[in-house]
């Protein structure tokens, strides 16, 4: 545990029995793994550098700047060590690795300890391979440490890169799917994936706009029906059809939900019946960011109450 505490720039806190710790160097980089109960590590911020902390089992902790971030397994923390900090391990079994960058990463350009970890999957990937590298006994030919080094820098680098700019992101996503709307097999892991992201990130983008993903393409698709019913060459187009071209496979679910977003059913609404016109938006929060503004959390040091998320819609999109 020693070794690992100086290898981030800290010392260990309390005695008894400590973790057990392994620490290699590969050229630039340095990899660490420590396996074992409860313990801490305190910095005092003389030991500037930047490490990636990984989590394999267990739960960490870091105190820094105010601030307590805690990640599980498959979890990242990346750290600077040049700032005063407190490091737990919280579980009664744990297993960690890090990789020590020595100067600050490029991504983001964010000069602060951050949480990390947009796609858990990718980070169970580089932790494996960081603790099998400290692991390693055996020595390497001449120039293989060089290399594991760069490949290991490598891999951080494209982990510090995979959380996007959630200002930049949200609206590319939401072009997507409305590219995608007459898709009947679009889904929410389909979007994720073809972004590069989690699904489970995914979710979070759209719940900090207090939106969900399968509410939001539905609202779409039902607000292209909408248009498509009010369209008068299309007049001969049946109903059923114009749901289906929208990615509503089965005419009743395209029905069920035109009402309970609308207030009637597409027929009427199609027919001019009376009062069938009067509601323009679904009812709930799946509703179109064409044309209204979407409530935003406060993330990141924003201060804005609202902002408009932009979706560029073709008209080859809605009359395709």
């Known amino acids: 545990m020693e070794a690992w505490a100086r290898a981030l720039g800290g010392l260990c806190e309390g005695s008894g029995r400590q973790p057990l710790d392994v620490v290699r160097d590969l050229g630039a980089v340095r990899v660490a793994s420590v396996c074992g109960g409860a313990a801490a590590v305190r910095g005092d911020g003389r030991g500037p550098g930047w490490h990636l902390l990984l989590v394999r089992h267990g739960e960490l902790v870091l105190e820094q700047e105010g601030r307590t971030l805690r990640a599980g397994p498959g979890g990242s923390v990346l750290l600077d060590s040049g700032l005063p900090y407190r490091l737990r391990l919280a579980g009664a079994a744990n297993s960690l690795v890090s990789a020590h960058l020595g100067r600050r990463p490029q991504a983001h350009g964010r000069p602060r300890t951050q949480e990390l970890g947009a796609r858990p999957d990718l980070a169970v990937l580089v932790a494996g391979l960081l603790a099998g590298l400290a692991g390693e006994t055996a020595p390497h030919r001449p120039g293989d440490e060089q290399r594991l080094g760069t490949v290991v820098s490598d891999l951080v680098a494209l982990l510090l890169d995979e959380e996007p700019d959630d200002s930049a992101l949200l609206p590319r996503v939401q072009a997507y799917i409305v590219r995608h709307l007459s898709d009947g097999g679009l889904t929410p892991d389909r979007v994720a994936a073809a972004h590069c992201i989690s699904t489970r990130y995914l979710h979070r983008l759209f719940q900090r706009q207090g939106l969900t993903v399968a509410s939001w393409i ?20 049946p109903v059923h059809v114009i749901g289906a071209r929208w990615g509503f496979a089965q005419a009743a679910d395209f029905s069920r939900a035109f009402r309970a977003a609308y207030g009637t059913t597409p027929t009427c609404f199609r027919a001019g019946v009376p009062g069938a016109r009067g509601r323009c938006a679904p009812s709930d929060c799946a509703r179109s960011a064409n044309d209204i503004r979407v409530p935003a959390q406060q993330t990141r040091g924003q201060d804005e109450a609202r902002r408009i998320v932009p979706v560029p819609v073709h008209m080859g999109e809605l009359h395709a």
């Not at 369209?231 to 001969?236: T, V």
């Open 218 to 237: 539905k609202g779409q698709r039902l607000e292209r029906c909408r248009r498509d019913l009010r369209d008068p060459g299309l007049s001969r187009l």
